[in-house]
């Protein structure tokens, strides 16, 4: 690459994975119209479920043919501006979440479209959008309350990790579930009550001896069999905020043959809500204007997955990555 281009990443066409779909493609970095902004992208979170639906043609509130942009949030350094553009001066720091703007070294960018931002790390980036759904989701689709019981699921997760400390920061007895001994760990410092380690200790048993009164809320972002004991053990009026289904996005969606859950549902007068963020958009900024407050005032803490991704081109093995499970805390690439 000379200095006057960049790489993105593009799919190119539909495909059963991620990395069957993409290519890298090198383009001129772009001049800025008199409205846009030219951001310098330093991190790009890796939303690995999201990335590998797009890449099948799976998300059905998106009508895209290939090729188109990939990636969503990125946070980097603003190295050109238009002439129109008062907000933001050259090497400020600029955190976007427009769908393909991510996965690129480089973006053009309506300034209005872009937010200014302190620094461009990668702590940030995770409290935006990542941390902002846990907060809507939990508020506005959990109607999330105080001294309640409040279950996580991949609570060592990118999402997971910010919506434990968000229900404990609300007065409430939180549980969270992972599959490590690091992973514990992490939860424990972020004050879970109750770690559930699924490779040491069965959920459904420990939902039963411990919870008999079962779980006012869920935050569950697995899917499959997790998603079937937590709905079994809703308390009364108990809510279930499908956040996503992690465990289907590597594969196949597995085909249910079973009483409709209605049967599970109405008897304890609970219920089971979708989340996407993009349809609670008049939440976001609220909500991002507290969780930095939060943040800044260390009343929360931001966990980045240890394992280092450079470039674009490690963008497919990061996406594995997070797909294996393996992450700890939010993935995000470094350009
Ligand atoms: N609805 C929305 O608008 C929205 C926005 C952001 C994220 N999300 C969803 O939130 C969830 C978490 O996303 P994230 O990007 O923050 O990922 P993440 O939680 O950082 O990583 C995924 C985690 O899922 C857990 N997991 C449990 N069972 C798994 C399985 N069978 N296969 C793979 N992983 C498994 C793994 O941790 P353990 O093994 O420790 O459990 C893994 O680390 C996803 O479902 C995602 O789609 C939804």
Request: aromatic share 8%; with cysteine; hydrophobic share 40%.
């Amino acid at each position: 690459m000379n200095s006057s281009t960049y790489k993105k990443l593009v799919a190119k066409r539909f495909a059963q994975n991620f990395k069957s779909a993409i290519e890298i493609i090198e383009l001129p970095i772009p001049k800025p119209t008199p409205d846009e902004i030219i951001i310098r992208n330093k991190f790009a979170g890796v939303n690995a479920g999201f990335d590998t639906l797009i890449c099948r043609g799976d998300v059905s509130y998106i009508n895209l043919t290939p090729p188109f942009d990939l990636g969503v949030e990125a946070v980097g350094e603003v190295i050109a501006a238009g002439e129109n553009v008062k907000d933001f001066q050259i090497g400020e720091a600029a955190l976007t979440t427009v769908r393909g703007g991510g996965y690129r070294e480089y973006q053009a960018i309506n300034a209005s479209l872009a937010f200014k931002v302190r620094e461009a790390t990668p702590e940030i980036l995770t409290l935006m959008p990542t941390g902002v759904s846990a907060l809507v989701a939990l508020e506005q689709v959990g109607e999330m309350k105080s001294q309640e019981v409040v279950l996580v699921t991949a609570a060592a997760g990118g999402t997971g990790h910010i919506a434990v400390q968000l229900a404990k920061l609300a007065g409430n007895h939180v549980i969270g579930t992972c599959g490590s001994d690091a992973k514990a760990h992490l939860l424990k410092d972020l004050g879970c009550d109750r770690i559930i380690n699924y490779r040491t200790e069965n959920l459904n048993q420990v939902l039963q001896e411990e919870y008999p009164n079962g779980v006012n809320l869920v935050f569950e972002c697995v899917g499959r069999q997790v998603f079937d004991t937590c709905v079994d053990n809703l308390a009364v009026r108990g809510r279930l905020v499908v956040i996503g289904f992690v465990s289907e996005y590597g594969n196949n969606f597995e085909p249910v043959t079973q009483p409709r859950i209605y049967q599970k549902l109405f008897w304890k007068a609970a219920s089971v809500r979708g989340f996407l963020m993009p349809m609670y958009k008049e939440y976001m900024v609220e909500a991002r204007d507290r969780l930095f407050h939060l943040f800044d005032s260390k009343k929360i803490k931001v966990a980045i997955d240890p394992t280092e991704f450079q470039g674009i081109e490690s963008i497919p093995t990061a996406v594995e990555h997070l797909l294996s499970g393996r992450n700890c805390g939010k993935v995000v690439v470094m350009f």
